[in-house]
């Protein structure tokens, strides 16, 4: 099947599919930020280099967020197109 012949349903569930992976990613991005401030945070301090960390770390976690609520919002999207038990799929 392309592009051309899917159904709004299908192409909703495969920006859902996307979002998860981003998300995935996301989360594991946040944790080895975080395993590297951990590790150099006194160093980092110490280099006046902290503060470029703690934004990253905050940017990545609003990402994480940002995933989460519009994964949330897609799935929502995927039931109102989904098709209803008594109606035929087209």
């Known amino acids: 099947m392309t592009a051309d012949t899917k159904t709004p349903l299908e192409h909703v569930k495969d920006v859902v ?3 998860k992976e981003m998300h995935h ?4 991005n946040v ?9 150099f945070d006194g160093e980092l301090k110490k280099l006046k280099q902290a ?4 934004a990253l770390m905050t940017k990545q976690a609003e990402l ?6 519009d ?3 897609m799935e ?13 799929e087209a």
């Open 17 to 19: 599919n996307q979002l």
């Open 64 to 69: 994480h967020a940002a995933l989460e609520t």
């Open 25 to 28: 990613y996301a989360r594991n």
């Open 31 to 39: 944790e080895h930020l975080t395993a590297q401030w951990l590790m």
């Open 51 to 54: 503060d470029r960390f703690e």
């Open 76 to 88: 929502e999207v995927v039931v109102e197109l989904s098709p209803k038990e008594d109606e035929p």
């Open 71 to 73: 994964i949330a919002a």
